[in-house]
């Protein structure tokens, strides 16, 4: 199993950026994805999250409303759309396969993880 996140880089805050996880190794659609982040001397913290099949997504209450996840089984990749970025937005961005479940937030319930791309907003 092989996870792959894409898209970050460096922006002015009120920018965007669109992160990509391409899952390889595994069905799809049988797994939930959730992006988290970390910054510097701080804990991992879920972002968001996508159901099995996409029936179902949720956000953390700091990204609701700027964030926006989304998936194409036909490629088997999913994408976080991050806009009105803000300097506090600045981590390394992950993305986690699991079997889904109701505290996506935590990263004990997901079984792969990609190595991560470093996503830094500017004031």
């Known amino acids: 199993v092989q996870l792959v996140e894409s898209g970050g880089g460096l922006v002015q805050a009120g920018g965007s950026l669109r992160l990509a996880c391409a899952a390889s190794?595994?069905?799809?659609?049988?797994?939930?994805i959730g992006w988290f982040r970390q910054a510097p001397g701080k804990e991992r913290e879920g972002v968001s999250y996508?159901?099995?099949?996409?029936?179902?997504?949720d956000y953390a209450y700091a990204v609701k409303g700027r964030f926006t996840i989304s998936s194409d089984s036909a490629t088997s990749t999913v994408y976080l759309q991050m806009d009105s970025l803000k300097p506090e937005d600045t981590a390394v961005y992950y993305c986690?396969?699991?079997?889904?479940?109701?505290?996506?937030?935590?990263?004990?319930?997901?079984?792969?993880w990609g190595q991560g791309t470093q996503v830094t907003v500017s004031s």
């Open positions: 986690a396969a699991g079997g889904g479940s109701y505290s996506w937030w935590m990263p004990y319930e997901y079984d792969y």
């Open positions: 190794g595994l069905s799809f659609d049988d797994y939930a």
């Open positions: 996508i159901s099995r099949r996409g029936g179902y997504t």
